[in-house]
């Protein structure tokens, strides 16, 4: 934004210099050579051209007057939009740094608790456990940044940004998928087993494991100072995740690459 300031104060400056050049010729240049063409006409004396001489002396020093006048105040007012062009500069990194901290701190929470709940049970969900609407305390929590947020997501690079939306959808369809579940167990009024808990529970360890590749390009994209203060905080309410003896973005990467 301010290298685009910059470009269009060139051209206005040419402008202005332009302007106040012809303006200074216009009034002083233009009616001494009438002048001199009066007196050159009228045959004058030496008295009538000294008069002359000194009149076109006193334009040119007049129009050089009007000329540096012009320029000076052009490079006040050049100054005073440069500062403008700087404040604005520092207001945007200003918003752009607490538009990723917040989103890291919200997404690293999201993450953490995703990889402690896949750890635990899903990943190894028994099946002579049965799916019951239990499941309901699975699903990922509301977000409270990205809809404060949500008007400043252009901020973030074009890199970052789709990582950082593909996992706030994945947690709304691993949300909706736990819900789907936990309603059908409710109409059924019965615990469901068999195939299609199977089925079930599979839907729903594939949408936990959704989550873990947009979680971690999201985090690595925003990359904000001290980010491991934030990690640390989730590892402090997620005990599965603590027992890995991972960070949160280590066990996402081992996770994503079969290692965990």
């Known amino acids: 934004m301010s290298k685009q300031i910059e470009r269009s104060l060139k051209p206005a400056s040419v402008?202005?210099?332009?302007?106040?050049?012809?303006?200074?010729?216009?009034?002083?240049?233009?009616?001494?050579?009438?002048?001199?063409?009066?007196?050159?006409?009228?045959?004058?004396?030496?008295?009538?051209?000294?008069?002359?001489?000194?009149?076109?002396?006193?334009?040119?020093?007049?129009?050089?007057?009007?000329?540096v006048a012009a320029v000076v105040a052009w490079?006040?007012?050049?100054?005073?939009?440069?500062?403008?062009?700087?404040?604005?500069?520092?207001?945007?990194?200003?918003?752009?740094?607490?538009?990723?901290?917040?989103?890291?701190a919200e997404i690293s929470d999201r993450a953490a608790r995703?990889?402690?709940?896949?750890?635990?049970?899903?990943?190894?969900?028994?099946?002579?456990?049965f799916l019951t609407t239990d499941i309901r305390k699975f699903t990922p929590t509301e977000n409270v940044v990205l809809p404060a947020v949500a008007g400043k997501l252009g901020l973030l690079d074009a890199s970052t940004l789709p990582a950082v939306t593909?996992?706030?959808?994945?947690?709304?369809?691993?949300?909706?998928?736990?819900?789907?579940?936990?309603?059908?167990?409710?109409?059924?009024?019965?615990?469901?087993?068999?195939?299609?808990?199977?089925?079930?529970?599979?839907?729903?360890?594939?949408r936990f494991y959704s989550c873990f590749d947009p979680a971690l390009r999201a985090l690595n994209g925003l990359d904000v100072p001290e980010a491991e203060r934030f990690e640390d905080e989730a590892l402090k309410i997620y005990p599965h995740l603590k027992r890995t003896g991972r960070s949160v973005r280590e066990a996402l990467e081992d996770l994503t690459t079969g290692r965990l």
């Open 15 to 67: 402008a202005v210099i332009s302007f106040a050049v012809g303006l200074a010729f216009s009034f002083f240049t233009l009616p001494l050579w009438v002048t001199f063409a009066i007196n050159l006409a009228r045959d004058g004396g030496r008295a009538d051209w000294l008069g002359v001489s000194g009149n076109v002396a006193g334009g040119i020093i007049g129009g050089a007057m009007t000329l």
């Open 75 to 104: 490079r006040g007012i050049e100054h005073q939009v440069q500062k403008q062009v700087d404040l604005a500069a520092d207001l945007l990194e200003q918003d752009r740094a607490a538009l990723k901290a917040g989103l890291y």
């Open 114 to 129: 995703c990889v402690n709940d896949y750890v635990n049970p899903w990943r190894d969900w028994p099946r002579t456990r």
């Open 166 to 206: 593909q996992f706030y959808f994945r947690l709304a369809v691993l949300a909706q998928a736990i819900d789907f579940v936990a309603s059908e167990t409710e109409r059924n009024d019965t615990a469901v087993t068999g195939l299609l808990q199977d089925q079930h529970v599979n839907m729903i360890k594939e």
